[in-house]
T-cell receptor
């Protein structure tokens, strides 16, 4: 069965622009989580969605937002991009509603470069 | 507060050597889960193992073994007879229940296995 699909895989933006990243979870998985990975900070939790509702949120500014659709696909948006937003953005899905206790299946990530 | 510490930033070993990756965690939750994930150069994190706080039995899976000790709050990972394909970044993660579950990842240990 298909894994977690993230698009686009690579993108380059300039400061001040906005970006939307997409994540299609494994079929049947209702929980989708987003993480930001940078060399200095490691994996930082952004937010988690379950059944179209944001259930958990990390410590990121309001420029970072997300949503989940009825088919469990999720998008995250970053507005007014800053150089420090350059990172690998990882999406992960899980089967059951207790996402934190369950195994996460990750996508390959979207690598964002902000110039 | 929850915290995961992977003090080893990078480890280099020669093929066939054994190597242990350390993970120390902090949590006040009585119910929690510990995980190890592997991130190869392709970027996609791959699940290796999950342990719950009530199961301190060590586990062996092929060349991989895990040692969980609640007394020292550690969940160490050993690779026996390492191979070049083991080269990757390894993340330890903790998820405890505080209303909802949320994953906390360590900063990762980069393992380089030299031929």
């Amino acid at each position: 069965k298909a894994g977690v699909t993230q698009t686009p895989r690579y993108l380059i933006k300039t400061r001040g622009q906005q970006v939307t990243l997409s994540c299609s979870p494994i079929s049947g998985h209702r929980s989708v989580s987003w993480y930001q990975q940078t060399p200095g900070q490691g994996l930082q939790f952004l937010f988690e969605y379950f059944s179209e509702t944001q259930r958990n949120k990390g410590n990121f500014p309001g420029r970072f937002s997300g949503r989940q659709f009825s088919n469990s696909r999720s998008e995250m948006n970053v507005s007014t991009l800053e150089l420090g937003d350059s990172a690998l953005y990882l999406c992960a899905s899980s089967l059951a509603d207790r996402a934190g206790a369950n195994v996460l299946t990750f996508g390959a990530g979207s690598r964002l470069t902000v110039l | 507060a929850q915290k995961v510490t992977q003090a080893q930033t990078e480890i280099s070993v020669v093929e066939k050597e054994d190597v242990t990756l350390d993970c120390v965690y902090e949590t006040r939750d009585t119910t929690y889960y510990l995980f190890w994930y592997k991130q190869p150069p392709s970027g996609e994190l791959v699940f290796l193992i999950r342990r719950n706080s009530f199961d301190e039995q060590n586990e062996i899976s092929g060349r991989y073994s895990w040692n969980f000790q609640k007394s020292t709050s550690s969940f160490n990972f050993t690779i026996t007879a390492s191979q070049v394909v083991d080269s990757a970044v390894y993340f330890c993660a903790l998820s405890g229940y505080s209303g909802t579950y949320k994953y906390i990842f360590g900063t990762g240990t980069r393992l380089k296995v030299l031929a």
